[in-house]
């Protein structure tokens, strides 16, 4: 008999074909998509690293998919953000990546968030979701989604792009022990801004490169395989065809998650 429906502990027949790579895989197998079912993971932008990102994990089969995006699809996007197309243009981004990623895994629930996080709204987003992704393209953003999954103890992977080079790293700093947040390893507002993508460019590909290892770090992180990057910071350069991982420790000064922040 063909199973058609599936249940929180069940694969169906579609999923056992749709998922069949994962599922010879014994680091992941039957146990681990259902894992991968039953997640919920919220992405911050759909835009360069959204893309990939969005993308692969639709297609891993993240059961719940949340992404939030204030902008609207321009032309000059479409040099990287490869969830878009010319159709697209002066839509919604949220909309425009709502009909790909239908279109690639109908098996998903999307969550659309068309709106700016900030710090009257990130908490109740962010507390719907077992796990956040950051790929945006602002500092407020980042600091705002980094203290938030602190406060709720959400593991958060983020990755960042500019000119020829990526970082990427995941952040559990709720935990015990000397794992960073992100205001340990920049700092805090005041001296973060360096730019952006607009004022200085971006190697399209480079958001590929880097959306798709964050991809790979969000499925790690759901399953518990592998090796957490919480306590390393991923370096690449694209020209110089170089990866380089840096060890990376709490800050006992830090503002948010030092010795002398204030307790949750
Ligand atoms: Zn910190």
């Avoid at 709106?115 to 407020?140: K, T, W």
Wanted: a negative charge.
């Amino acid at each position: 008999m063909t199973k058609t429906t599936t249940t929180d502990d069940e694969l169906s027949d579609k999923q056992i074909e749709r998922y069949a790579r994962h599922l010879v895989l014994p680091e992941i197998a039957e146990e681990g998509q259902l894992k991968l079912l039953n997640a919920k993971v919220l992405v911050i932008g759909a835009g360069g690293l959204g893309s990939p990102l969005l993308l692969y994990l639709a297609a891993a089969g993240i059961g719940t998919l949340g992404f939030v995006d204030d902008d609207s699809v321009d032309l000059s996007n479409l040099q990287r953000q490869i969830l878009h197309d010319v159709a697209a243009i002066d839509q919604p981004k949220v909309d425009s990546a709502l009909i790909r990623l239908k279109a690639l895994n109908p098996d998903i629930t999307f969550q659309p968030h068309a709106l700016r996080l900030n710090s009257a709204n990130v908490d109740q987003i962010v507390e719907a979701y077992d796990l956040v992704a950051d790929g945006c393209d602002n500092f407020n953003t980042r600091y705002l989604v980094n203290d938030a999954c602190y406060r709720q103890k959400k593991p958060l992977v983020s990755a960042a792009i500019m000119r020829f080079e990526g970082q990427l790293t995941s952040f559990r700093a709720f935990e015990k022990g000397d794992k960073p947040c992100y205001r340990c390893l920049f700092g805090n507002e005041q001296i973060a801004e360096k730019g952006s993508c607009a004022d200085v460019g971006v190697l399209g590909a480079l958001a590929g490169t880097m959306g798709s290892l964050q991809a790979i770090e969000v499925i790690k992180e759901l399953l518990g395989i592998g090796e957490s990057l919480s306590n390393n910071l991923l370096l690449y350069d694209a020209l110089g065809t170089s990866f380089h991982r840096m060890r990376t420790r709490r800050d006992p000064a830090c503002s948010l998650c030092g010795n002398k922040a204030p307790a949750n």
